[in-house]
T-cell receptor, first 119, second 114 residues
Framework: GAVVSQHPSRVICKSGTSVKIECRSL??????MFWYRQFPKQSLMLMAT?????????EQGVEKDKFLINHASLTLSTLTVTSAHPEDSSFYIC???????????????FGSGTRLTVV | AQKVTQAQTEISVVEKEDVTLDCVYE???????LFWYKQPPSGELVFLIR??????QNEISGRYSWNFQKSTSSFNFTITASQVVDSAVYFC???????????FGSGTRLLVRP
């Protein structure tokens, strides 16, 4: 079945540094990637949607200069948290949607998530 | 506006009990898709089911069953003879035909005690 590999699974960084999270589709072409953020004991909140080769579309209230999303290829999307602060500590998870017939009859394939802690 | 409501924040049951997780959705679209996902403590989302708005047939998969009722805009999930391994957070989600975005409910935390 379709698999999305998300790395790193956990990262601890110092306040003020940047962190990059990668999501790779291993056996299909991810034409659209969704990035979510989840605070402890809360739901998944959509941060942005990116289509391959296009600029990401950010949800209201999400700072596009702080959360840089790149989707330059059909198999790789990255989220960079720039100048991270403790309030950015959260669980980040990607979700890919591909073209029809590529094992995505259910619509979405999620990465395993990245737990970011900013100290 | 699209919205998913999971009114049950936490449910605790004893193993082998049956448990139903409620999901109520709102949308004006006539074509839409409903999903259930399981999120164990490790964090990854496990796909359980997808239903489209034209298919109101209830579904059973092992100990899991789903009741889709358009008249009440509900898509409830029942676990029969619950097991400790069922302990997780369960999310209901909605996607409309006009957008590929998944809208998640707030989740229900299920604790199955031995």
């Amino acid at each position: 079945g379709a698999v999305v590999s998300q790395h790193p699974s956990r990262v601890i960084c110092k306040s003020g540094t940047s962190v990059k999270i990668e999501c790779r589709s291993l056996d299909f072409q991810a034409t659209t990637m969704f990035w979510y953020r989840q605070f402890p004991k809360q739901s998944l909140m959509l941060m942005a949607t990116s289509n391959e080769g296009s600029k990401a579309t950010y949800e209201q209230g999400v700072e596009k200069d702080k959360f840089l999303i790149n989707h330059a290829s059909l198999t790789l999307s990255t989220l960079t948290v720039t100048s991270a602060h403790p309030e950015d500590s959260s669980f980040y998870i990607c979700s890919a949607r591909g073209t029809l017939g590529q094992g995505l009859s259910y619509g979405y394939t999620f990465g395993s998530g990245t737990r970011l802690t900013v100290v | 506006a699209q919205k998913v409501t999971q009114a049950q924040t936490e449910i605790s049951v004893v193993e082998k009990e049956d448990v139903t997780l409620d999901c109520v959705y709102e949308t004006r679209d006539t074509t839409y898709y409903l999903f259930w996902y399981k999120q164990p403590p490790s964090g990854e989302l496990v796909f359980l089911i997808r239903r489209n708005s034209f298919d109101e047939q209830n579904e059973i998969s092992g100990r899991y069953s789903w009741n889709f009722q358009k008249s009440t805009s509900s898509f409830n999930f029942t676990i029969t003879a619950s097991q400790v391994v069922d302990s997780a957070v369960y999310f209901c989600a909605l996607r409309t035909d006009s957008s590929y975005k998944l809208i998640f409910g707030s989740g229900t935390r299920l604790l199955v005690r031995p």
